[in-house]
């Protein structure tokens, strides 16, 4: 999830070479995708793709599941007893929609209508896909025949094995694909993706360990995805944080929905416009992760002047920033801390009131860290993006005191070219980035922080106000100390001004040579 500028709600963007951790297999299903496509548009297509993974997934799921419960039937169980899957969070699959059954039926002209009444008996029996999964393969518009290729294509890549469960394909093989579709979509593909190291970002540097993680426009779930990553790698659990979520757009949601199934993710994902229908109005959540729409005008915010959530000031009508930043102050617990994703001019914009707000939220001590990151990070934006991190309580006895305190990274310079017009960040980057903020905020065993000019800086409150309360991080840390070398300074001196002379004499010598070849050429001044 990350959006571009400009008026369109939700321009999320992505990048292709996302989660491409076996880069042959999902290039192989990537192409089975495109053996489908023919002239049908990205946006409407990724669901038939995507849908159909998801049904390969649940089915091979299931039919491993059913493989082993058959062969206990001595012991008592029943391979047919939907209670048998429910019980181990295995979706029950009828017979209808068994991978199997479809794949036999592929080669007719039937096959779509079957693929819809697959889902529909899997949402039948299935109460949390209710509404969720795509049932529209039987549309006049879907070539049947391109529709049996990739049924076939998809029969091949066993996605519902142990083996391959347990390296997390169909999750990789998902984002994979989202991330791509992003890509085709353009700028409307941003809506639904957020580039995976930019998510990482977010929350390598909060680390939700445990408590209630909230992103109140999830796009297809990103930063849920990458937080359960998180605590795994940090020998936790899933289920150790409890997962809410809201996202606007019908189709994105259902997105989500199949998104986090997939993983096994346990989550309250509301559908519905986050500011005019607050989904979890009572949640006070111990993490936010954002990525919202870029300079939104589209949010009707004439119509919620008098807000309850806009206490540092009431955002204009014309700009949803500062509204999407007070909504996720509104949720955060009082020992709660956010982490998001706005365009660059969030820092220092003082029209329409914006330069008010943003110094009333500077002034309640509620600004952790500012990041700045480089452009081209994503596909249909090259603008460079900044990271805010707020704390409810700098002083709430997790970390050090840090009150009157705000630290500013310029990450300006990082990350590395994947082609001539995209970056990404390396672990390295979002390592040192993350480790400076833990360094600065006290985290145990972080080590001890210290300034480094033209990247990071620890300032006071004071300092802030002297800036007009503007929040670049390039106007606090400095630049760079000169490299220092051992020519003494007379000498250098010496030789810069030679090779000055010498520089201007030949200059002088190319104006004279043009000027004849100008008058030959009857120009003569």
């Not at 571009?4 to 076996?22: C, F, I, L, Q, Y």
């Not at 990205?42 to 082993?68: P, Q, R, W």
């Not at 006049?140 to 142990?162: E, M, T, Y």
């Not at 030789?495 to 009857?522: F, M, P, S, V």
Request: proline share 5%; with cysteine; net charge negative.
């Amino acid at each position: 999830m990350a959006r571009g500028p400009g008026k369109s709600r939700g321009t999320k963007v992505d990048r292709s070479t996302e989660a491409n951790g076996n880069g042959a297999f999902e290039a192989k299903l990537w192409a089975a995708a495109d053996a489908l496509r023919n002239n049908m548009d990205a946006a409407e297509y990724k669901h038939v793709v995507l849908g159909l993974i998801f049904l390969k997934y649940i089915s091979d799921a299931f039919e491993a599941k059913h493989a082993e419960l058959d062969a206990q039937r001595a012991q008592g169980a029943d391979p047919e007893d939907p209670d048998e899957y429910r019980a181990r969070n295995i979706f029950w699959v009828p017979p209808e929609a068994r991978w199997s059954y479809l794949k036999s039926m592929a080669p007719q002209p039937t096959i779509g209508q079957l693929v819809d009444d697959a889902m529909t008996a899997i949402e039948r029996d299935n109460t949390s896909l209710k509404s969720v999964l795509p049932k529209d393969f039987a549309r006049p518009g879907l070539d049947k025949q391109r529709l049996s290729q990739i049924i076939n294509l998809v029969s091949d890549i066993a996605l519902g094995a142990p083996a391959d469960r347990s390296k997390d394909t169909l999750g990789r093989v998902y984002e994979y694909f989202l991330s791509r579709f992003a890509s085709a979509e353009g700028k409307s593909g941003g809506q639904f993706y957020t580039p995976s190291h930019v998510v990482r970002v977010l929350v390598e540097m909060l680390a939700p360990y445990k408590g209630r993680v909230y992103d109140p426009c999830c796009g297809s779930g990103g930063m849920f995805v990458q937080s359960e990553k998180f605590i795994e790698a940090h020998a936790g659990k899933l289920g150790d944080i409890s997962i809410y979520g809201q996202e606007s757009n019908y189709t994105t949601w259902r997105l989500a929905k199949m998104n986090l199934a997939i993983r096994g993710i346990d989550a309250q994902i509301g559908h519905g416009d986050t500011f005019h229908n607050d989904r979890h109005p009572d949640l006070k959540a111990d993490y936010v992760l954002a990525n919202p729409p870029f300079n939104d005008s589209d949010w009707r915010g004439d119509l919620l002047k008098d807000d309850k959530r806009w206490a540092y000031g009431t955002p204009p009508a014309g700009n949803a920033n500062f509204a999407w930043v007070q909504h996720f102050i509104h949720h955060l617990s009082p020992t709660g801390l956010a982490g998001f994703v706005l365009a660059n001019g969030s820092m220092s914009s003082n029209t329409s009131g914006e330069g008010e707000i943003r110094k009333a939220i500077i002034e309640a001590d509620l600004v952790d860290c500012m990041v700045a990151l480089p452009g081209q990070l994503f596909y249909s934006t090259q603008i460079p993006v900044c990271l805010w991190f707020l704390a409810r309580n700098k002083k709430n006895g997790r970390f050090r005191d840090r009150r009157g305190e705000t630290l500013f990274i310029d990450a300006r310079k990082m990350g590395t070219l994947t082609d001539r017009v995209h970056r990404e960040l390396t672990d390295e980057d979002i390592a040192k980035i993350a480790g400076t903020y833990h360094a600065w905020r006290g985290d145990k065993d972080a080590g001890d922080y210290a300034d480094v000019p033209s990247f990071c800086k620890a300032t006071a409150l004071e300092d802030i106000r002297k800036h007009g309360h503007v929040l670049t991080p390039g106007r606090y840390v400095g630049a760079a100390a000169a490299e220092e070398d051992d020519e003494p300074f007379e000498d250098k001196m010496a030789r810069l001004a030679a090779t000055l002379w010498e520089q201007q004499k030949e200059a002088a010598k190319l104006d004279l040579a043009i000027a004849a070849n100008l008058r030959e050429l009857g120009h003569g001044g």
